[in-house]
């Protein structure tokens, strides 16, 4: 039995003496089909092709104009180890996605990646990832998941044991700009991708990357699995528990094994330029002034900042220990495993104390501005408790945030140095 299946997916206070049973007077029920209900008007509403960042390609047609393109498949997709695995990672090209395709094609899984190549950051950084992954033996489908066309062909060809899916819209505050692409990509596009999952035969299981955004308003530290999700500060945090809520149901109905992954704060080599480590390095190094959020009570922001080995680690933890889905061909025949845990670093850091250990690695001065928090979706911040992830996963981080920074900064100065040679070679 799963550590959630005798607690009601969207929890509410726990009572002290009785760690997983709840307070029944609380609508949380009510507070739960409410919100799913209107995330599905909003879909309705919302949901077009002009919605996605960039246009939808087809699968189908790469591969009767490509004759290549199964042969290359099919390679990516031979498993070398025993295990016999075979994966789909969608978001391959993302951040954690190429990680994370490198490190099962290294230990012999078979690996397809997916990737639409959005344009929310620079399509160039995720072309050279695809080109890292290409030296490893992971062929990358250019295709949407909302698309069937583009996800039916390849469940025909190949026979996923695993899917890994890491694509998602990104980012609290660019909902404020985009909020469809959201629903587009977060909700659509994961009902998508389950309802061919949950006929295919037989079915894979699912490894997803929630997020510790869906913690929310949630004021209790650290966060723990048990927490209160229903107060969403964002409308990316908003998108990412309504996926909890609809996997629970695919697993329900359909006898899809499921584990959810809630990330906190991911950083790296390889990493994204919306995020606040990306982005100060960057302006530091062009002696810009950078913005530091400070609490109302001018305490500083914290985050639970965990670096990418570490998450890498907890992803093939959770693929290895989930077990095989019961349904086939869309039918149920089964009690299957559905499972959420946290994956962080359980050590907060205050950004200002990030901004010091950038000022020690780039050897810099950062100029600084100093500004309330906006009400834009952010929160104050996170920390993750990761005992059951350590329990049931093995999962234990082991690089500190100054370890990882160190990291970074040489892959960006490498990286950056690289993009201004090919710059002036055109």
Known sequence: MSHLDCIPSTPGKLKPDKALRFHSSYPSKLTLYSFVFVIFLVLLLVLSPSSSPTPRRHLSTGISSTPSLPDKLRKSA??????GRIVLVTGAAGFVGTHVSLALKSRGDGVVGLDNFNHYYDPKLKRARQKLLEKAGVFVVEGDINDKRALQPLFDAIQF????????????????????????????????????CKSANPQPAIVWASSSSVYGLNSKVPFSEKDRTDRPASLYAATKKAGEEIAHTYNHIYGLSITGLRFFT????????????????????????????????KGSVARDFTYIDDIVKGCLGALDTAKKSTGSGGKKNG?????????????????????SILEKILKVKAKKKVLPLPRNGDVEFTHANISLAAKELGYKPTTDLEAGLKKFVQWYLKYSNSKKKNSAAW
């Open 78 to 83: 031979h498993p070398l180890s025993l295990s």
């Open 161 to 196: 044991t695993h899917v890994m899916h890491l694509a998602a819209q990104a980012g609290v505050r660019y909902a404020m700009q985009n909020p469809g692409s959201y629903v587009h990509s977060n909700i659509a596009g994961f009902v998508n991708l389950l309802e061919i």
């Open 266 to 297: 991911v950083y790296g080599p390889w990493g994204r330029p919306d995020m606040a480590y990306f982005f100060f390095t960057r302006d530091m190094l062009k002696g810009k002034t950078i913005t530091i959020f400070e609490a109302p009570d």
């Open 335 to 355: 009690a299957a495993q559905f499972r959420i845990y946290n994956l962080g670093n359980t050590a907060p850091v205050p950004v200002s104390r990030l901004v």
